[in-house]
């Protein structure tokens, strides 16, 4: 498939949750330029995938995203398999994969699982879309004020990561925040700098920001050193934010997105929406 008619894809399942991540993906699709697939995913051992009761809920799910973004390109699909291997598969034909993340009682819907085990092993972004029953009401407005938060430390997973929210930024006309955690640690997003102050550190932050700075000159962009725990200092960056975006691996290596580092714990504990840049 060309690469510019690649799609957004969403995942949906029968909850709340679900709907508001069609409408996250819905915009998504608008501002790329791109067209929408709603994916079901029927499990293994399921009726058909041409199931009355799937075909209903992926063609609602459209009918929402065609109300919510009119003149959107909306296909909808039912695959038959397991989630997590279907949404995968999918992302391979891909240009953003959105699927919906914890409720708002904390516990993980149908997808929130599923929005782990694609962050990690994905063929393109993914958008994880927490608590987005809050944007299924006939009133709600998605987030178009704040900041977009990127943490980094200079890798080239993290390199990812900062292009991906410049390219957020444009298409959201919303300033960047670069962030990078200074206290000595192997996560993902730190750079152990002992004898050194926060000032050194911002220096060498700014300088391998200026040429996404050169890029992206329309972008307001924010550089900051912050002394702490990278785990709770992104996490702290993120409540504010609009989207928190991080690299599927960093200096923590392929642990960043399993139980302990960096990225998974944003993933798992941000209220803000998480975009996970995932390796080209």
């Given amino acids: 498939m060309d690469s510019n008619q690649r799609p957004v894809v969403v995942g949906v399942d029968d909850s709340l949750a679900a709907f508001g991540a069609v409408r996250w993906a819905a915009d998504e699709a608008i501002r790329l330029g791109r067209p929408l697939q ?7 051992d399921a009726a058909e995938p041409g199931d009355l009761h799937a075909q209903r809920l992926a063609l609602d799910a459209t009918v929402e995203a065609r109300l919510w973004q009119p003149g959107l390109q909306v296909a909808a699909a039912t695959r038959r398999g397991e989630a997590a291997q279907v949404l995968a598969e999918q992302s391979r034909h891909a240009a953003l994969l959105v699927v919906g993340g914890r409720t708002a009682t904390r516990l993980p819907a149908l997808l929130g ?3 782990t085990h694609l962050a990690a092993h994905a063929a393109c972004p993914v958008l994880v879309i927490h608590h987005a029953e809050r944007w299924t009401g006939p009133e709600s407005v998605l987030p178009s004020h704040g900041r977009i938060v990127v943490g980094t ?4 997973p993290a390199e990812h990561a900062v292009q991906l929210a410049f390219q957020e930024a444009v298409a959201r006309h919303l300033p960047v925040r670069a962030v990078r955690a200074w206290h000595p640690s192997q996560h993902w997003f730190a750079r152990p700098a002992p004898g050194r102050g926060a000032g050194a550190v911002l220096d ?3 300088a391998g920001l200026n040429p996404w700075r050169g890029k992206f000159p329309e972008v307001e962009m924010e550089a900051r050193a912050v002394d702490g725990d990278p785990d709770e200092v992104l996490l702290a960056e993120a409540r504010d934010a609009v989207l928190v975006v991080v690299g599927a691996r960093g200096r923590g290596g392929a642990r960043d997105l399993h139980h302990g580092g960096t990225a998974w714990h944003v993933l798992h504990n941000a209220d803000s929406p998480v975009l996970v840049a995932r390796p080209d």
């Fill in 113 to 115: 699982s599923v929005g």
């Fill in 153 to 156: 430390d200079g890798s080239v």
């Fill in 38 to 44: 709603v994916i079901h995913a029927v499990g293994a």
């Fill in 204 to 206: 060498e932050l700014s």
